[in-house]
């Protein structure tokens, strides 16, 4: 895969609210990201268009989690001009109302200097330090989730939308027309989709991302979350990224394509190199291999990741690379030269994506710098491996759950200075929180088990 030839031109103030008079837009979305990963946005109408612009919307950053505190709330929405694009047309009713467009906003203090909470500037902080280095990291993304079907009151189900498996057509596949609906969507705003398809589990789909600079490769997973959930809430569905809704079957990861360019050229590409892989390529994986553990919290942070990274339904759960095989965590693809590439296979949908790059990127960027070996490929199944073949091939497991995660997490120098003092801290307090408010609840399962047994 090779970085486009020619990028799309960076828009002027003056060019995006003329676009905004001639496309008769009535409202402006100002987008930003939590420490969570949850998508907000203040949205303003035509006669703030210019204001807004100009990053002068304020907003109390005190409302949101892990952002700042009572006395310190006040922050503004400075917009990425090049994030700029008008939203399709949802459903009549909102046409109705006018069109949106939006822009994706850094957070910045009331000086203008950037908010280090902000997990956009969390990783544009890796992209210069890469860029440092004389790299620029592209990724593609594989995305899945789950469409279910609502309850009588509009509550959401785990009613499956259809019973269809991998790759299956319609009629079987019932989230044909809604996954062309949301490509459709997509192309529209300007990503590129290189395929869609049914996944393994009933109800489940995927929708992959054409390769891009991963700033960009972030902003559109955001983006997409958005334009799937609205779109199944127009087909009267619930649209999930949880990573394990169903007990039993596959849950829903995001795999991510991570490769390094200089100068147009990647640089993983080394038709000398042993499996055709140059050695920056191999202190990369090696990287992503040693900070495997610590930034496990960050690219599977829910409770219920755990669920998913378990044996026995494709999820990776053990600590090694291959160029043959998927029961590793990271993989190399068959194709080389320009598409040489390393895929990453922990992730789920459910992560910050803005956090989850940059700690896969200051951990490859760590391999790199410390020059670091890799052990040697497995291209053997590793689910099938005794523990003893574990221990002879140095195979660790990631951590079993949030808690063992977000130990890893601070013991990890490296992706807490990626993160930054701020993000470490609040997100760290916040998965503590959500672990110790599982651990206390009583869950249906201990009541099947154990309530007439004791």
């Given at each position: 895969m090779?970085p486009?030839?020619?990028?799309?031109?960076?828009?002027?103030?003056?060019?995006?609210l003329?676009?905004?008079?001639?496309?008769?837009?009535?409202?402006?979305r100002?987008?930003?990201?939590d420490?969570?990963?949850?998508?907000?946005?203040?949205?303003?109408?035509?006669?703030?268009?210019?204001?807004?612009?100009?990053?002068?919307?304020?907003?109390?950053?005190?409302?949101?989690?892990?952002?700042?505190?009572?006395?310190?709330?006040?922050?503004l929405?400075?917009?990425?001009l090049?994030?700029?694009?008008?939203?399709?047309?949802?459903?009549?009713?909102e046409?109705?109302?006018?069109?949106?467009?939006?822009?994706?906003?850094?957070?910045?203090?009331?000086d203008?200097?950037?908010f280090?909470?902000?997990?956009?500037?969390?990783?544009?902080?890796?992209?210069?330090?890469?860029?440092?280095?004389?790299?620029?990291?592209?990724?593609?993304?594989?995305?899945?989730?789950?469409?279910?079907?609502?309850?009588?009151?509009?509550?959401?189900?785990?009613?499956?939308h259809?019973?269809?498996g991998?790759?299956?057509?319609?009629?079987?596949?019932?989230?044909?027309?809604?996954?062309?609906?949301?490509?459709?969507?997509?192309?529209?705003?300007?990503?590129?989709?290189?395929?869609s398809?049914?996944?393994?589990?009933?109800?489940?789909?995927?929708?992959?991302?054409?390769?891009?600079?991963?700033l960009?490769?972030?902003d559109?997973?955001?983006?997409?979350?958005?334009?799937?959930?609205?779109?199944?809430l127009?087909?009267?569905?619930?649209a999930?990224?949880?990573?394990?809704?169903?007990?039993?079957?596959?849950?829903?990861?995001m795999?991510?394509?991570?490769?390094?360019?200089?100068?147009?050229?990647?640089v993983?590409?080394?038709?000398?190199?042993?499996?055709?892989l140059?050695?920056?390529?191999?202190?990369f994986?090696?990287?992503?291999?040693?900070?495997?553990?610590?930034?496990?919290?960050?690219?599977?942070?829910?409770?219920?990741?755990?669920?998913?990274?378990?044996?026995?339904?494709?999820?990776?759960?053990?600590?090694?690379w291959?160029?043959?095989?998927?029961?590793?965590?990271?993989?190399?693809?068959?194709?080389?030269?320009?598409?040489?590439?390393?895929?990453?296979?922990?992730?789920?949908?459910?992560?910050?994506?803005?956090?989850?790059?940059?700690?896969?990127?200051?951990?490859?960027?760590?391999?790199?710098?410390?020059?670091?070996?890799?052990?040697?490929?497995?291209?053997?199944?590793?689910?099938?491996?005794?523990?003893?073949?574990?221990?002879?091939?140095?195979?660790?497991?990631?951590?079993?759950?949030?808690?063992?995660?977000?130990?890893?997490?601070?013991?990890?120098?490296?992706?807490?200075?990626?993160?930054?003092?701020h993000?470490?801290?609040?997100?760290?307090?916040?998965?503590?929180?959500?672990?110790?408010?599982y651990?206390?609840?009583?869950?249906?399962?201990?009541?099947?088990?154990?309530?007439?047994?004791?």
């Amino acid at each position: 895969m090779t970085p486009s030839a020619q990028s799309r031109p960076q828009p002027s103030r003056e060019s995006i609210l003329q676009q905004l008079q001639d496309d008769d837009i009535k409202f402006l979305r100002l987008q930003f990201t939590d420490i969570l990963g949850h998508t907000k946005n203040v949205e303003v109408p035509r006669a703030q268009f210019a204001k807004a612009l100009s990053g002068d919307v304020t907003f109390d950053g005190s409302a949101v989690q892990g952002f700042t505190r009572v006395e310190e709330s006040d922050m503004l929405l400075s917009p990425d001009l090049s994030t700029f694009l008008v939203y399709p047309q949802f459903s009549r009713e909102e046409g109705e109302r006018g069109k949106v467009a939006r822009l994706i906003c850094d957070v910045t203090l009331p000086d203008g200097a950037p908010f280090t909470g902000d997990p956009r500037h969390v990783l544009k902080e890796q992209v210069k330090r890469a860029a440092a280095l004389g790299f620029e990291m592209y990724v593609g993304t594989e995305p899945e989730f789950f469409l279910f079907e609502r309850g009588p009151n509009g509550e959401g189900t785990t009613v499956t939308h259809d019973k269809a498996g991998y790759f299956d057509l319609a009629p079987i596949d019932r989230g044909e027309r809604i996954r062309r609906e949301i490509a459709g969507r997509l192309v529209s705003m300007g990503f590129e989709i290189e395929a869609s398809h049914h996944e393994v589990a009933p109800g489940q789909h995927e929708i992959d991302f054409r390769y891009s600079p991963a700033l960009e490769a972030a902003d559109r997973i955001a983006t997409f979350k958005f334009v799937v959930k609205r779109t199944a809430l127009e087909h009267g569905l619930l649209a999930s990224f949880l990573p394990k809704p169903i007990a039993g079957v596959s849950g829903s990861g995001m795999h991510c394509h991570l490769s390094l360019f200089r100068g147009g050229q990647n640089v993983f590409d080394d038709p000398a190199g042993e499996h055709g892989l140059s050695v920056t390529a191999h202190q990369f994986v090696a990287g992503l291999l040693d900070h495997a553990e610590g930034m496990t919290a960050i690219t599977n942070p829910l409770v219920n990741s755990y669920k998913r990274l378990v044996p026995g339904f494709e999820a990776p759960v053990n600590i090694a690379w291959s160029t043959s095989n998927r029961s590793a965590l990271v993989r190399i693809p068959a194709k080389r030269g320009p598409s040489t590439r390393a895929e990453l296979r922990m992730p789920d949908p459910s992560c910050n994506p803005y956090l989850a790059l940059a700690a896969m990127l200051a951990a490859g960027l760590d391999g790199i710098e410390r020059e670091l070996e890799p052990p040697p490929a497995i291209q053997r199944n590793i689910f099938k491996m005794t523990v003893r073949e574990k221990r002879h091939h140095r195979v660790k497991e990631l951590p079993a759950d949030l808690r063992e995660a977000v130990d890893e997490l601070e013991k990890d120098e490296v992706i807490a200075a990626a993160l930054g003092e701020h993000v470490m801290d609040n997100y760290v307090a916040a998965k503590r929180a959500e672990w110790r408010e599982y651990s206390a609840a009583v869950h249906q399962w201990e009541l099947d088990r154990y309530l007439d047994l004791v």
